[in-house]
């Protein structure tokens, strides 16, 4: 099966920086006991992410509502792609039993893309975060949330709800946009994060992926169009391939690059730059609170 690319350029082996141990240590094994034990479902264990035992360590893990079949297509993600299951309205309860048994210190909240529902999955999003924050008063709470089609109404219900950081990921630059975001557009995802700032939301926050065939130039002008929009925080990683039906990976960036980028983007005024190959999403998500 073809792949989804314009390009077939293989990259370089795999280097050695984005080898990884296996997680280990005492609250790794007792929060993976659980999640096991109790069919919990977090990101962090579906999506086998690198970063996973530090963050459990530190206290935080990531879980996905609204079900696990997304209704875009975006060339980059793992997520089935397809006509999603009904929602689950026992699921804010759920999130937040799964979170109280973890003793999650702060929790990362993500969802598919509902384009399907009227509400696009807004008012499941605002139940979860309610019922979070009933079960688990001291956990502090970040949302990665979809653009909602950039619908206000639908925004206004994450933002009523007050999570302490509220993450929409812009993922790679314009040029590039209609190719890895297939059904998403740059302006509108920036249009996103600017009203978010503008209706009051303390902090907010976006990720970039790296090796995507992306210039320079192009990252960099990137970074100054999140500040422009009054974005607080930036990840910055290396995308890696799920499969190969996805985007090849172009490059692999080396950490120099990675540490350049960090330093550009500080210097623009981002309160947190996370900037590295195995940075994901919410790595070192409890940082960007304050």
Known sequence: METKTASNILPERKPKWLRVKLPTG???????SLVDKYKLNTICTSGSCPNMGECWGEGTATFMI????????????????????DVDWDEPEKVARSIK???IKHAVLTSVD???????????????VKAVRRMNPETTLETLIPDFQGVERHIDRIIDVAPEVVSHNIETVRRLTREVRIQAKYDRSMGVLKYLKQ????????????????AREEVIQTLHDLRENDVDVVTIGQYLQPSKKHLPVQRFVNPDEFEDYKTIGLELGFRHVESSALVRSSYKAQKHIN
Request: hydrophobic share 25%; with cysteine.
């Open 26 to 32: 005492k609250k790794y094994t007792e929060l993976r």
């Open 66 to 85: 609204l079900g696990n079949v997304c209704t875009r297509s975006c060339g980059f993600c793992g997520v089935k792609t397809g006509r999603p299951e």
């Open 101 to 103: 048994l973890m003793g």
């Open 114 to 128: 509902r384009d399907d529902l009227k509400d696009m999955g807004s008012i499941m999003w605002s139940e979860t």
């Open 199 to 214: 209706q009051g939301q303390r902090r907010t926050k976006s990720g970039i992926m790296l090796g995507l065939g992306e």
